[in-house]
């Protein structure tokens, strides 16, 4: 990828990496029952913006200056679109939002049934952990980074991370009455898994400490943007183009940023948000910002 593309196209060609490795991520020869590859494939291959892997693609752009930087990340990238795959097959359960549609097809559970759906997000969460050291392995990261990187995973994914989020966020349904319990579940649920992008990428591309700190302070402004966002599509976007169900936070009961403080509000609390994300990355005196900074830009316009 040496040619400057537009924002739109460069998310295209990070996605279409991505889909290149993911579908190489599953061996092809795998003594696993066929039943529960096909439900770990149907969501993994269902789409999606593949927005996190491509932020661990640009922050090593970022840092390295260059996109050779890629091939090492790939791994990685993979293994985050796992996690975040397995957490919206498992946020989509009865049990949890109860939802029919993810990506543009009936969810996991719909094709699969509940247990399978479970199963499948298990399977997905464990073999992300598989990928990293993996890499290391085949020389793209060294093994301190992967270790630094599986640390970093562990945490962001786990309990004190985005399962930490997902579960206060269910805990406090209907009960929510502050902007900064929200704030706290959005920034666990959504932001944590986007922090462990851009400072995974970071760290493939040999970023300092102080870099590190300041992409992560990016990744906490964009996530939280990008929740919010998702919320306000929720209500005005089109289920065409989300591949989802809208109004399903209403329908839910959930309280969400609009409904606190309005929508008009929360579309500028975006734009403060992406505001203090751009300045993190300037700040940060990297060799090739301007993927990071075109991205928390196109953001704010999503549409899906
Ligand atoms: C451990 C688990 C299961 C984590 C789920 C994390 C998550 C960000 C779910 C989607 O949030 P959402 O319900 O706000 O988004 P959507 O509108 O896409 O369902
Ligand atoms: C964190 C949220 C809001 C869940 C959906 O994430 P994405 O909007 O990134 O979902 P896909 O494009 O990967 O399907």
Same mark, same amino acid.
């Given at each position: ?44 291959? /269902? ?10 693609? !640009? ?8 996109? !050779? ?79 630094? %990187? #599986?640390?970093?995973? /562990? ?41 462990? !992008? #851009? ?40 289920? $065409? ?6 109004? !399903? ?25 992406? $505001?203090?994300?751009?300045?993190? #990355? ?12 075109? %991205? ?9």
């Amino acid at each position: 990828m040496n040619e400057r593309v537009a924002i739109k196209g460069y998310l295209t060609q990070c996605a279409e990496l991505t889909e290149t490795a993911l579908k190489r991520s599953i061996p092809a020869v795998w003594d696993v029952p066929e039943r529960l590859r096909e439900a770990m494939l149907y969501s993994l291959e /269902a789409g999606g913006k593949r927005l996190r892997p491509a932020l661990i693609l !640009s922050a090593a752009e970022a840092v390295f200056g260059k996109t !050779s930087a890629f091939n090492a990340a790939l791994p990685v990238a993979c293994a985050v679109e796992f996690i975040h795959t397995y957490s919206l097959i498992h946020d989509d359960l009865p049990a949890m939002d109860n939802d029919d549609f993810r990506r543009g097809k009936p969810t996991n559970h719909k094709v699969f049934g509940e247990a399978m759906a479970i199963l499948a997000g298990d399977a997905l969460l464990t073999h992300a952990f598989h990928l990293i050291p993996q890499a290391a392995r085949q020389g793209g990261i060294s093994a301190e980074v992967a270790l630094a %990187i #599986v640390e970093d995973l /562990a945490r962001l994914a786990g309990a004190p991370g985005m399962v930490g989020g997902q579960v206060a966020d269910m805990l406090g349904e209907q009960g929510i009455t502050s902007i900064s319990e929200l704030e706290y579940i959005h920034l666990h649920k959504t932001s944590d898994l986007i922090v462990f !992008s #851009v400072t995974a990428g970071g760290r493939i591309g040999g970023a300092t400490q102080k870099q590190i700190e300041l992409l992560a302070r990016f990744g906490r402004n964009i996530g939280l943007a990008f929740q919010i966002q998702d919320d306000i599509l929720d209500l005005i976007g089109d289920e $065409q183009k989300l591949g989802k169900k809208t109004n !399903s936070d209403v329908q839910q009961n959930k309280v969400t940023y609009p409904y606190l403080i309005g929508l008009e509000e929360s579309k500028a609390q975006v734009e403060r948000l992406t $505001q203090e994300a751009k300045s993190a #990355v300037l700040e940060a005196g990297f060799q090739d910002p301007l993927r990071l900074l075109e %991205i928390a830009d196109y953001l704010v316009q999503r549409d899906h």
